[in-house]
């Protein structure tokens, strides 16, 4: 009769050794840097920094949607789709398209060439607009565009663009308005204080809800967390190009927020500020004189009154 001593110890040794592999495995997973503890995520350990690439493509796939197909390959011309049109349009972010949005195919090759166009889409169309069809009773149709930016959030949670777009869109055309809030709340979760996302919540509460003074804190509190932001960092960054963008965006929203309030002088300071950074400075300085008029007539009513 054979012994099963053998089988036994050879069992307690694959039993050992199987431990000692998972305790291993256990020390390396702790120490490393796609272990985000603090909420685990399964794509966070499949995926690590790969997740942000995968966020890029499903926001551009957005951007494809929101165009109904008609867009650039990457052997195409994208001058005129270097910032996303779905975010461009939300007035919220600066752009830096240039030349001509629809001619980025250019000439047809061949005959051939000019013959297959005929089974692509090619117009350019944005869906808010009726798509290619120019049907506006088709505009509500963006909607299907947020799936694509709820994964791409999700992947990269670091992405102020993606939030800010989803938000405009759920408040603007899919009347949403108190979800549109939500989304920018959790983007100011996962990246506090940031100015952009600031700057769009203080337009949910001026556009939306009309309550100024939560809007006006808002705003002054994107301000300072801009400046905040800059402390320390070369001119070149501090005033590049989408950061002076910011920056006038807050001050004439600030400024056209006292105006409606009654509040000339604050609205005077605001536009000076913003001044300082516009590309328009001559038309901003049309505004301000235009309410220094509107400021010596609400000074000189009490007098004339009183008389």
């Known amino acids: 009769m054979k012994t099963t001593r053998p089988f036994v110890l050879l069992l307690l040794l694959l039993g050992v050794l199987c431990s000692g592999l998972a305790a291993k495995i256990d020390c390396w997973f702790v120490r490393w840097p796609g272990n985000h503890e603090a909420s685990f995520d399964p794509l966070d350990v499949m995926l690590g920094g790969g997740q942000k690439l995968f966020a890029t493509f499903f926001y ?13 390959t990457i052997f195409d011309n994208r001058g005129a789709f270097e910032t996303a049109h779905m975010a461009e349009d939300t007035g919220a972010i600066a752009s830096h398209n240039r030349g001509e949005e629809g001619g980025f195919m250019g000439p047809p090759l061949d005959f051939i060439d000019r013959f297959n166009r005929h089974f692509i889409p090619n117009r350019h169309s944005h869906l808010d607009e009726g798509g290619p069809t120019d049907d506006l009773s088709k505009s509500g149709e963006v909607r299907e565009i947020l799936p694509w930016l709820k994964i791409s ?61 939560r809007a006006r804190n808002i705003w002054e509190a994107a301000v300072r967390s801009w400046y905040a932001g800059m402390a320390g960092k070369p001119d070149s960054e501090k005033f590049s190009f989408d950061n002076k963008f910011l920056l006038e ?11 409606d309030a009654g509040n000339f002088s604050a609205a005077i300071t605001h536009l000076e500020q913003a001044k300082t950074v516009s590309p328009s400075p001559a038309e901003l300085q049309k505004q301000i004189e235009e309410l220094k008029e509107k400021l010596a007539a609400q000074t000189n009513a009490p007098a004339a009154t009183t008389r």
């Open 153 to 213: 959030s999700e992947l990269d949670p670091e992405d102020i663009q993606t939030y800010i777009v989803t938000a405009y869109w759920l408040r603007t055309r899919m009347g949403q308005v108190a979800e549109g809030e939500r989304v920018l709340r959790e983007g100011l979760r996962y990246n506090p204080n940031n100015p952009q996302l600031l700057y769009e919540l203080g337009r949910v509460y001026y556009e939306n809800y009309h309550n100024l003074p």
């Open 249 to 259: 965006q807050l001050q004439t929203h600030l400024a056209l927020l006292e105006e």
């Open 60 to 72: 551009r796939e957005a951007d494809v949607y929101y165009h109904s197909g008609y867009y650039p």
